[in-house]
């Protein structure tokens, strides 16, 4: 297996919003988001998949010194073997890749965030620096749209914590930030016991609100000049704010499954922003 079949097959594994949106990228930008992606998803399985803290520590060593080693020249793993041509094809660096590791990291040591520029700092290493070398890939002409990217990463990364709420409570993550929780009443074991009330309902709908204000503000950052190269991540989003709106539509029923579109509906969604650029 090639590493380019190893980070398409990873990809396409993963069933992510992310994969719908490559697909519609010419091949070289394409197969560099798909290794990127790949890079990703293999760094993120390492904190999901990993039971022994120690172990994933240390798998995560491995990593960073993988990332140097690409930069340098010389990666091992598929993974960043696919993506080392776009390293000086799109300007990528080494801090980038570290920031997303280190982010990662986060999830062994921290469990809980005191307050929203906690966790968004959080969300800029898992989140908004990914969204960053994305728009690099995608084809980023405009400095300005750095500042775009990182806040539609934002609003991604708060959209999955919504989705994931009641999954991460059974793994001992809560996200939502601790004075949010006490401000609307929420206890941190009533989202492990899934306990739905008028409080939760209330807390839910105030992180969701958040998240719509931030992906206003992330498309009314984006240059009118990149709107075009950047389509992806627009189509990303409109997936994303669908999924949003569906939680919401539920009644924010998040602590007992993960409610998520279908593979169709979210091929339909990316088509459209990219035949008709209807978000």
């Not at 999954?167 to 009443?185: C, H, M, S, T």
Request: aromatic fraction near 10%.
């Amino acid at each position: 297996m090639t590493p380019q079949q190893y980070v398409q097959e990873k990809a396409a594994a993963s069933g992510s919003s992310f994969y719908y949106a490559f697909l519609f990228l010419p091949r070289p930008r394409r197969e560099a988001i798909t290794a990127f992606y790949a890079f990703c998803r293999e760094v993120d399985d390492v904190v999901d998949e990993v039971t022994d803290p120690a172990v994933a520590q240390a798998k995560l060593g491995w990593w960073q010194t993988e990332v140097a080693r690409a930069f340098a020249g010389d990666p091992q793993h598929p993974a960043l073997r696919a993506l080392a041509p776009a390293i000086a094809a799109y300007g990528l660096q080494e801090r980038q890749l570290q920031a997303v590791i280190e982010g990662c990291r986060m999830d062994l040591t921290q469990t809980r965030y005191l307050d929203f520029p906690a966790l968004e700092r959080y969300c800029h290493l898992v989140a908004g620096v990914v969204g960053e070398v994305s728009a690099r890939i995608f084809g980023q002409e405009h400095e300005a749209t750095t500042a775009y990217a990182h806040k539609l990463g934002l609003a991604f990364q708060l959209t999955n914590i919504i989705r994931d709420v009641g999954e991460d409570a059974l793994r001992g993550r809560i996200y939502l930030p601790v004075n949010e929780l006490q401000q609307f009443g929420v206890k941190a074991h009533e989202l492990g016991q899934r306990a739905y009330s008028d409080r939760f309902t209330a807390l839910m709908r105030f992180q969701a609100e958040r998240a719509h204000r931030l992906y206003d503000e992330a498309l009314a950052l984006l240059p009118a000049a990149d709107r075009r190269a950047q389509k992806p991540g627009l189509m990303m989003a409109s997936i994303y704010r669908t999924l949003l709106r569906e939680i919401e539509r539920d009644g924010f029923r998040v602590l007992h499954q993960r409610i998520a579109l279908t593979p169709l509906r979210k091929f339909w969604l990316a088509w459209k922003v990219q035949a008709l650029g209807v978000l």
